[in-house]
T-cell receptor, first 115, second 115 residues
Framework: DTGVSQDPRHKITKRGQNVTFRCDPI?????LYWYRQTLGQGPEFLTYFQNEAQLEKSRLLSDRFSAERPKGSFSTLEIQRTEQGDSAMYLC?????????????FGPGTRLTVT | AQTVTQSQPEMSVQEAETVTLSCTYD???????LFWYKQPPSRQMILVIRQEAYKQQNATENRFSVNFQKAAKSFSLKISDSQLGDAAMYFC????????????FGKGTKLSVKP
């Protein structure tokens, strides 16, 4: 088990460009979460999937953000027309959800800088 | 809406000593879970300890223990015999019970360990 991986680890982009991040969860995990963490703050929930279904989206997830999890495996988070306020660490976490098993395992994150 | 508050932005402890990090939360739910996560510098977040709200007994994991005061909505973390490797950001987090699962984090406490 290699843990949760995220790619790229760092991304610098110009305002107005589109970016896409990838998250590969732990293989047997059925849930996948996206969080955003800005400097000096705790992570904030963006959205989560159970298998391939996107079950909840936060109000933080504006219409410029879209997430997918085709076939219930890896997930992508796309940000269109990036803004400077999008600069943050984007964290992915996965879990095997069951009533008594709910630990989320986090990836190393993708740090986005919008110039 | 649920909230998590960590009132200590920074804490410091001498190696081998004990330190307590504070966390309060607000919820109207009766079924929920509480967590402490550790985020070392430039490394991924890992779960330190968790507490189910329905359990009266405080959780313990080796040198880490919690003081869960349900009526006061308080969930503090005690680190005994502090080690240099304990230096990190510590985040208190809340999750509703049931099927939802997303975490709500506090702003974190930066713990420094002095040799």
């Amino acid at each position: 088990d290699t843990g949760v991986s995220q790619d790229p680890r760092h991304k610098i982009t110009k305002r107005g460009q589109n970016v896409t991040f990838r998250c590969d969860p732990i293989s047997e995990h059925n849930r996948l979460y996206w969080y955003r963490q800005t400097l000096g703050q705790g992570p904030e929930f963006l959205t989560y999937f159970q298998n391939e279904a996107q079950l909840e989206k936060s109000r933080l997830l504006s219409d410029r953000f879209s997430a997918e999890r085709p076939k219930g495996s890896f997930s992508t988070l796309e940000i269109q027309r990036t803004e400077q306020g999008d600069s943050a660490m984007y964290l992915c976490a996965s879990s095997f959800w069951a009533p008594t098993d709910y630990e989320q395992y986090f990836g190393p994150g993708t740090r986005l800088t919008v110039t | 809406a649920q909230t998590v508050t960590q009132s200590q932005p920074e804490m410091s402890v001498q190696e081998a000593e004990t330190v307590t990090l504070s966390c309060t939360y607000d919820t109207s739910e009766s079924d929920y879970y509480l967590f402490w996560y550790k985020q070392p510098p430039s490394r991924q977040m890992i779960l330190v300890i968790r507490q189910e709200a329905y359990k009266q007994q405080n959780a313990t994991e080796n040198r880490f223990s919690v003081n869960f005061q349900k009526a006061a909505k308080s969930f503090s973390l005690k680190i005994s015999d502090s080690q240099l490797g304990d230096a990190a950001m510590y985040f208190c987090a809340y999750s509703n019970g049931g099927s939802q699962g997303n975490l709500i984090f506090g702003k974190g406490t930066k713990l420094s360990v002095k040799p």
